[in-house]
T-cell receptor
Framework: EAGVAQSPRYKIIEKRQSVAFWCNPISGHATLYWYQQILGQGPKLLIQFQNNGVVDDSQLPKDRFSAERLKGVDSTLKIQPAKLEDSAVYLC??????????????FGPGTRLLVL | RKEVEQDPGPFNVPEGATVAFNCTYSNSASQSFFWYRQDCRKEPKLLMSVYSSGNEDGRFTAQLNRASQYISLLIRDSKLSDSATYLCVVNRYGGGKLIFGQGTELSVKP
């Protein structure tokens, strides 16, 4: 079974530039998550989708971050404009249903963003 | 105060040692609990779920104390391949949102 796919794997941009990340979840997984992992910290949820609807975006900095999952399959996360503190790994994860007991989230390899 | 707090690392242990990681969580409404493992520059992967009755998977034993809001992971007979960061994870309300601790780095030396 193919895992969660993400691209690009690495991105270097200058502050105030824009950047977009793409995620393709495991086939059939209705729930998709975007996490931000800053060096030395655990991942922090940015946004959760159930099919193409947003379930939780309470920690998404909406003045600069946006995300969409238009057809309920793949998703894009955009940062515009980027700040130095956005340097992090952006992880996409998916699960068959919203994860709880007995339901695992599977993570993609992540996109490493460096903002200069 | 962070919602999920773990022992600061790193833990440096010799092969064959037993090592224990501790974790506390602050939200009593938390419903499910996990340990994830993250290798250097890789994505997190589920190591095991944690149940109130305690559970064991080979050399790994996880315990949950809901009254104390405390989770632990015990690794016996450490192997070089156990070197990684171990993340304590809590799921609130069963709605899918995972709250991660900052992770504890383990380095097993020959």
């Amino acid at each position: 079974e193919a895992g969660v796919a993400q691209s690009p794997r690495y991105k270097i941009i200058e502050k105030r530039q824009s950047v977009a990340f793409w995620c393709n979840p495991i086939s059939g997984h209705a729930t998709l998550y975007w996490y931000q992992q800053i060096l030395g910290q655990g991942p922090k949820l940015l946004i959760q989708f159930q099919n193409n609807g947003v379930v939780d975006d309470s920690q998404l900095p909406k003045d600069r971050f946006s995300a969409e999952r238009l057809k309920g399959v793949d998703s894009t996360l955009k940062i515009q404009p980027a700040k130095l503190e956005d340097s992090a790994v952006y992880l996409c994860a998916s699960s068959l249903v919203p994860s709880g007991v007995g339901e695992t989230q599977y993570f993609g390899p992540g996109t490493r963003l460096l903002v200069l | 105060r962070k919602e999920v707090e773990q022992d600061p690392g790193p833990f440096n242990v010799p092969e064959g040692a037993t090592v224990a990681f501790n974790c506390t969580y602050s939200n009593s409404a938390s419903q499910s609990f996990f340990w994830y493992r993250q290798d250097c520059r890789k994505e997190p992967k589920l190591l095991m779920s944690v149940y109130s009755s305690g559970n064991e998977d080979g050399r790994f034993t996880a315990q949950l104390n809901r009254a104390s809001q405390y989770i632990s992971l015990l690794i016996r007979d450490s192997k070089l391949s156990d070197s990684a960061t171990y993340l304590c994870v809590v799921n609130r309300y069963g709605g899918g949102k995972l709250i991660f601790g900052q992770g504890t780095e383990l380095s097993v030396k020959p």
